[in-house]
């Protein structure tokens, strides 16, 4: 009988192991599924900064582009602005040229008519106005347009020898080409 308790005895306490150990396993696999689960929220967390982090630098590019391309349309705005007032005082600029290469007496009038125009040059330089040089400069088709060629022993080919009308550019842009005389 003795022996037949011990089997008894030892059957319930290797029941017992066993029903503990059942209970220890779900316990480590909680654990080891809420660890897995953090980790897994962790890796999102992440991804989700890194997301918005690459979205927060695109952001600001594109906020700088826009900022350089508004500054450059603006600075377009008014080199244009500027290019419809230039091209019309362009002749007003001739006209003046013309009434003082035709006076004949160099007076106190002409003297004050020629501060005039200084000054309305000067004031048109200052805006971005340049006058093109070409007489004794290589004919280019980009500043000249030729209204002559003339046989010339003295000039090579295509040296400009005469200028017609003056050139003006804007700001490096030419709003009108001068009319010249080529040498052939």
Known sequence: MEEKQKVDNEEMENEELEEEK???QP???????????LEDELASKEKEIEDLTNSLLRLRADFANYKNRVEK????TIAYALEGLMCDLLPVLDNFERAMDSAE???????G???IYEQFVKVLGDNGLREIECVGEC??????????TEESEDEEEGIVLEAFQKGYLLNDKVIRPSMVKVAK
């Open 27 to 37: 316990e480590e696999q909680e654990e080891e599924q809420a660890s897995s689960q």
């Open 22 to 24: 059942p209970e220890e």
């Open 139 to 148: 004919f280019d088709p980009n500043l000249h347009h030729a209204v002559f």
């Open 113 to 115: 008519v020629n501060m």
């Open 105 to 111: 007496e160099k007076d106190g009038f002409y003297e």
């Open 73 to 76: 349309e603006k600075e377009s």
